[in-house]
């Protein structure tokens, strides 16, 4: 089995800046890709961004030059700048082992003044 735990989440001001950290542990051979999520209220999930096994990112239109997804095996970590109200959400970690996707809980980010 595979345990995804995240962190970072909180309440910042529009233009700041947040950094979101996610580990997924146990059978960590079987992981894949792996990225971040997010849930707006009355909204799909949506992938806001992905990193492959060999650490390429791959970003949402929205977030691109303003958020960089890097990896340290199964440790990624979204750094996340200028941020705006559209970035409210629940933001979830997700570790693809192909065969089975786990997810983590999930942690609030609220932008507001």
């Known amino acids: 089995q595979v345990q995804v735990v995240e962190s970072g989440g909180g309440l910042v001001q529009p233009g700041g800046s947040l950094r979101l950290s996610c580990v997924a542990s146990g059978a960590i051979a079987s992981i894949y890709n792996m990225g971040w999520y997010r849930e707006r209220p009355g909204k799909q999930r949506e992938l806001v961004a992905g990193?492959?096994?060999?650490?390429t990112p791959h970003y949402k239109d929205s977030v691109k030059g303003r958020f960089t997804l890097s990896r340290d095996n199964t440790k990624i970590d979204l750094q996340m700048n200028d941020l705006n109200a559209e970035d409210t959400a629940v933001y979830y970690c997700n570790a693809d082992a192909r065969v089975v996707s786990y997810w983590g809980q999930g942690t609030q980010v609220t932008v507001s003044s």
């Open positions: 990193i492959t096994r060999e650490g």
